[in-house]
């Protein structure tokens, strides 16, 4: 297993893929941290750029923490993961590089499990590098940006890293799935920016005529839902929903993209 996950690793770090698309992610935070620099002092003000990002709380003298914060709550790493995890993956398989190795495995499963240690290693990259952005660009659009409080800094990224990576392995059960990158991609954006809320509020709507509980929201056991309204200063109970959801679909997805890895031929 070592072998096979080093690997995938070597491929994936010698991929001028990964680092462009690394850069897209990068240059999309960046210039949401411009855009979010104009919002300073204005409560309640939300950044549009294809996604949302609400700034209440933003000052000219901020940290690493805060904006990290305000940057994992907008989705805006999922959208490279998204990105990276259909390229890296559906390559492989386009390649014939999958079908040429499965047969050296003693489980195919174990290719899954190479691809979701790949997907945690460019998730590491993507949050490593956006505290670089948010200390050098946010040192020339804001008035100061510091380390800060390093718990504060290392529990948000701690828990969003745990959600992010429940997310990559949906992302990962789709490819799985559908086999297709176009289709696969589109759908992942499309829950990245929230394309499938009318549904959640039509489920929301039953749920409510049915048991009569206006406050039950499916949003908060999706992870898309968890990604953007959970944090480190978020209530315990909040926190333990989070990390529970996130890890229910941790396991569900990777034994459903392992069952089907296994069972299913390879092309």
């Given at each position: 297993?070592?072998?096979?996950?080093?690997?995938?690793l070597?491929?994936?770090?010698?991929?001028?893929?990964?680092y462009?698309?690394?850069l897209?992610?990068?240059s999309?935070?960046?210039?949401?941290?411009?855009?979010?620099s104009e919002?300073?002092?204005t409560?309640?003000?939300?950044?549009?750029?294809?996604?949302?990002?609400?700034?209440?709380?933003?000052?000219?003298?901020?940290?690493?923490?805060?904006?990290?914060?305000?940057?994992?709550?907008s989705?805006?790493?999922l959208?490279?993961?998204?990105?990276?995890?259909?390229?890296?993956?559906?390559?492989?398989?386009?390649?014939?590089?999958t079908?040429n190795?499965a047969?050296?495995?003693t489980?195919?499963?174990l290719?899954?499990?190479s691809?979701?240690?790949?997907?945690?290693?460019f998730?590491v990259?993507?949050?490593?590098?956006s505290?670089?952005v948010?200390?050098?660009?946010?040192?020339?659009?804001f008035?100061?940006?510091?380390?800060?409080?390093?718990?504060?800094?290392v529990?948000?990224?701690?828990?969003?890293f745990?959600?992010?990576?429940?997310?990559?392995?949906?992302?990962l059960?789709?490819?799985?799935l559908?086999?297709?990158?176009?289709?696969?991609?589109?759908?992942g954006?499309?829950?990245?920016?929230?394309?499938?809320?009318?549904?959640y509020?039509?489920i929301?709507?039953i749920?409510h005529?049915?048991?009569?509980?206006?406050?039950?929201?499916?949003?908060?056991?999706?992870?898309?839902?968890?990604?953007?309204?959970?944090?480190?200063?978020?209530?315990?109970?909040?926190?333990i929903?989070?990390?529970?959801v996130?890890?229910?679909?941790?396991?569900v997805m990777?034994?459903?993209?392992?069952?089907?890895?296994?069972?299913?031929?390879?092309?």
């Open positions: 297993m070592i072998n096979v996950i080093k690997m995938d070597y491929r994936m770090f010698r991929s001028k893929s990964t462009l698309i690394l897209g992610t990068l999309f935070v960046g210039m949401i941290l411009y855009s979010m919002s300073i002092g409560p309640d003000v939300e950044i549009t750029i294809g996604i949302t990002t609400k700034t209440d709380g933003l000052r000219s003298y901020t940290d690493l923490a805060t904006l990290f914060k305000i940057m994992a709550s989705n805006s790493f959208i490279g993961s998204v990105i990276f995890s259909v390229l890296f993956i559906n390559r492989e398989e386009a390649s014939g590089f079908k190795i047969g050296q495995v489980s195919r499963g290719l899954v499990l691809k979701f240690v790949s997907q945690c290693s998730i990259l993507s949050f490593i590098g505290l670089f948010f200390f050098f660009m946010g040192n020339i659009i008035d100061s940006v510091s380390l800060g409080n390093v718990f504060d800094l529990k948000e990224m701690s828990l969003q745990v959600f992010h990576i429940a997310f990559a392995t949906i992302i059960g789709l490819i799985t559908i086999k297709q990158p176009i289709v696969s991609m589109l759908v954006i499309l829950l990245t920016f929230g394309g499938f809320s009318y549904i509020q039509m929301n709507n749920i005529g049915l048991t009569g509980n206006e406050t039950f929201n499916l949003m908060n056991y999706t992870v898309t839902g968890i990604v953007p309204s959970i944090t480190g200063t978020s209530p315990i109970t909040s926190i929903r989070g990390m529970t996130s890890a229910v679909f941790i396991v990777l034994t459903y993209s392992i069952t089907v890895k296994t069972k299913s031929d390879i092309n």
